[in-house]
């Protein structure tokens, strides 16, 4: 299908922010309405960095999703230009996704979104999430402690699971609703906007949070520093790998330890783990080399996030 193919009579468009607390399950939602691995997941909060769109087309909408980071307060630079990019990202788009978190009662970091929300002027839509970890004997007290959480308003309400998909259809269904009438803004084979070098390094990122403790995934930053193709055994195309070399940045000597593990243990399942989510990207084999460079207090550095791209945030 092309591109003008799409932009007939009708046809809508438009861009929908996911705003939520950390670890509500943003990343998961765009993964499920994509129905391919866009945005990295993991149970550690704040995993998300950039302002990612992800791109879905059919035959009468194009919905483009920001993921933005999760709203928290924050504690270092990074942090400070994380809130600020999830705040930037609700004034410029056509709709809100707006994901709590249905397995907790609504507090105060809900109430901080929720009057956050309060103050726009595009249409909101409510995802309690994680409603399949409820009890059954939950539903009625939950969906009421909601309900009156949200009184006062006019947004819809769907109870939902990420993980599961409930839900999800009718999200995508109400979205489709509040869009714009305007043309096709993306391909039609297009799901990403970011570059393959950038999911990369994202998804090295992600079993690093993964696969070590508490103690290192908010220091973490990777940086892809080469990838070029490499020949074995001949010049066929059926030989060929894709080398990627790339660095993992720590601000500690001890999480630099953590993250090589005895005898290079943890870092060869990183990379092991890392290598098969590319493969899986790239639709070919990779050669994946990683290394470990401690860059003290890099969190706290406008230069530092500068150069790990995240200055536009």
């Known amino acids: 299908m092309s591109l003008g193919d799409l932009n007939q009579e009708g046809f809508k468009s438009g861009f929908i922010a996911l705003i939520g607390r950390p670890n509500v399950g943003k990343s998961t939602f765009i993964n499920k309405f994509i129905g391919e691995k866009i945005a990295i997941t993991s149970p550690i909060a704040q995993t998300t960095r950039n302002r990612l769109k992800a791109i879905l087309t059919n035959e009468n909408s194009q919905i483009i999703f920001v993921d933005t980071p999760g709203i928290h307060k924050p504690h270092h630079l990074l942090g400070e230009r994380l809130v600020q990019s999830a705040k930037r990202s609700i004034g410029e788009v056509d709709a809100v996704l707006a994901i709590f978190e249905a397995s907790h009662s609504p507090g105060r970091g809900d109430a901080f979104i929720l009057n956050l929300l309060r103050k726009l002027k595009i249409p ?51 979205i489709e609703k509040k869009l714009p009438v305007g043309p096709q803004l993306y391909p039609s084979h297009m799901t990403c906007d970011h570059p393959e070098k950038f999911l990369m390094a994202e998804f090295i990122r992600e079993q690093v949070l993964i696969n070590t403790r508490e103690e290192v995934p908010h220091s973490v930053a990777v940086s892809i520093d080469k990838i070029q193709d490499i020949h074995s055994k001949g010049k066929s195309n059926k030989n060929l790998r894709l080398g990627i070399l790339a660095t993992i940045c720590v601000e500690k000597k001890s999480q630099k330890g953590i993250l090589i593990g005895k005898g290079g243990t943890m870092l060869k399942k990183i990379g092991q783990d890392s290598r098969l989510q590319i493969q899986t990207l790239i639709n070919g084999n990779v050669y994946l080399e990683l290394f470990v460079k401690v860059v003290p207090d890099w969190r706290s550095k406008s230069s530092r996030l500068n150069e790990f791209g995240y200055e536009g945030i």
């Open 124 to 174: 909101v839509i409510v995802a309690l999430n994680k409603w399949d970890l409820l009890e059954l004997s939950q539903f009625k007290e939950r969906e009421k402690e909601y309900l009156d959480f949200f009184e006062g308003t006019n947004w819809s309400v769907f109870r939902c699971s990420a993980f599961t998909g409930q839900g999800c259809r009718e999200l995508i269904s109400e």
